[in-house]
């Protein structure tokens, strides 16, 4: 039935797919199918799919041609490539991990209300995860140490890429942030509170205390940066934090506790989405954190993320109020998963 088909109707087809795969499932059928994918409109029609699975690649695009030689508020137009598209997919699917986390994290204590995102809610996930990705590119980075953060100049610059979005996109972007916090609070950087509630609830008979190390919660300069230096770390790559054992103290896995914590987590918030993903699927030990941490460069540490108060700065530029902002997100009445009233 396909060879009868006009070529124009057969590329139709082609960009209504739902994502790439199909799109090359589609391309193997028959020689007319394979001939359509292979014309001039192969790069459209993977841009299409591309949109379609991963979208939108608009903001995929900005933020993988972001660069320090221009703002990060200028619109950006270029054409597409294979090289291009390759790395759009990449972004993508980091982006789609976050379908299936953000509706845990979200109604973590409400589990009546749990439930999985509609595709509308997915593309707004996508979207507002691109979005912070691209702040944390262009803010979250050498450029920006401690000092410079509070300069008027540089204030507006952060201000100026929020200002690219409206008011409920903002609360988007803030909705994914939060979950975020709460993956690093919890999961990638536990404090000493949770790694004893954990502890505790795994192990009820256990009667000895946890020994928690109350000083440096990042690893002094002249320690070994690999696991080749520490053969119980590397064996233990892949072992529960929570494990006690002759080489390893769970206690000595909590980040701290209450205003100690707090700045971990701050610090720990300037990494994007992909790198926070690879810090929860591959570091579990506190160890693996920290040698990821001194990879980054002294400026990273005691430098707390500026999304929070740049978001701020842009609400009240607005006549609003970041609490009341918060607050609407934390209830569900805007943001992503925005409960019908």
Request: aromatic fraction near 10%.
């Amino acid at each position: 039935m396909l060879d009868t088909l006009p070529t124009e109707i057969i590329t139709h087809v082609f960009l209504s797919v739902p994502d790439i795969a199909t799109a090359l499932a589609l391309s193997a059928t028959c020689h007319r199918c394979y001939g359509a994918y292979h014309s001039s409109k192969k790069l459209l029609i993977l841009q299409e799919a591309a949109d379609a699975e991963f979208g939108p690649v608009d903001d995929i695009v900005q933020l993988l041609t972001w660069n320090a030689s221009q703002p990060a508020h200028i619109h950006r137009s270029v054409p597409i490539s294979e090289a291009l598209l390759r790395q759009i997919v990449k972004v993508g699917r980091t982006a789609q991990r976050y379908e299936e986390i953000y509706p845990i994290k979200k109604w973590k204590t409400e589990w009546a209300y749990r439930r999985s995102l509609t595709n509308d809610e997915r593309f707004i996930l996508r979207r507002a995860i691109y979005r912070l990705w691209l702040f944390d590119k262009a803010f979250h980075n050498p450029s920006h140490v401690r000092t410079c953060r509070g300069i008027p100049e540089v204030v507006r610059e952060r201000a100026a890429l929020l200002h690219n979005w409206n008011t409920f996109e903002l609360a988007q972007i803030l909705d994914i942030h939060q979950v975020l916090r709460d993956m690093v609070a919890n999961n990638v950087c536990p404090s000493n509170g949770k790694i004893r509630q954990k502890f505790q609830k795994r192990y009820p008979e256990s009667k000895g205390p946890l020994l928690f190390n109350i000083h440096l919660n990042y690893p002094p300069s002249y320690a070994p940066d690999s696991y080749y230096h520490n053969s119980q770390s590397f064996s233990s790559r892949h072992q529960s934090r929570l494990a006690p054992s002759r080489w390893h103290e769970p206690g000595a896995e909590g980040w701290g506790d209450d205003i100690n914590h707090y700045y971990v987590v701050e610090d720990m918030m300037k990494l994007d989405p992909e790198q926070l993903l690879y810090l929860r699927d591959n570091c579990p030990l506190k160890s693996q954190v920290e040698m990821h941490i001194r990879g980054l460069g002294d400026w990273f540490v005691n430098n707390g993320e500026t999304f929070s108060e740049t978001l701020g700065f842009v609400i009240r530029q607005r006549g609003g109020d970041v609490e009341e902002l918060k607050a609407a997100v934390e209830d569900c009445d805007v943001g992503i998963a925005v409960t019908d009233s």
